[in-house]
Nanobody, 121 residues
Framework: QVQLVESGGGLVQPGGSLRLSCAAS????????MGWYRQAPGKQRDLVAR???????NYADSAKGRFTISRDNAKNTVYLQMNSLKPEDTAVYYC???????????????WGQGTQVTVSS
């Protein structure tokens, strides 16, 4: 099975930075897209940033200019560099990926367990 493992979350002061990492492991043929979503208490899970295998990137409006998504295909890893963090960025951040395990099979959507990001003074 495919597993997504997130790291890099933690407590940071407003204006600070964090870098999240998500590594996909298991039987993987192709990763079509990887991205980050977040869910704050009492709110829905929303897209933060997503990058496709073709290099297309989508950001939430709240992330534009502050967050940068990137990927290392050799490591099956996606990163989210978060700068100028605000208290409203506080949420559980989830890694998401569209992955096919075999070249002949269809892709499926996978989620990590989430990593807590808390922005507070």
């Amino acid at each position: 099975q495919v597993q997504l493992v997130e790291s890099g979350g933690g407590l940071v002061q407003p204006g600070g930075s964090l870098r999240l990492s998500c590594a996909a492991s298991g039987i993987i043929a192709n990763i079509y897209a990887m991205g980050w979503y977040r869910q704050a208490p009492g709110k829905q899970r929303d897209l933060v940033a997503r990058i496709t295998n073709g290099g297309s990137i989508n950001y939430a409006d709240s992330a534009k200019g502050r967050f940068t998504i990137s990927r290392d295909n050799a490591k099956n890893t996606v990163y989210l560099q978060m700068n100028s963090l605000k208290p409203e960025d506080t949420a559980v951040y989830y890694c998401n990926a569209d992955i096919s395990q075999y070249s002949w099979s269809s892709s499926h959507n996978y989620w990590g367990q989430g990593t807590q990001v808390t922005v507070s003074s």
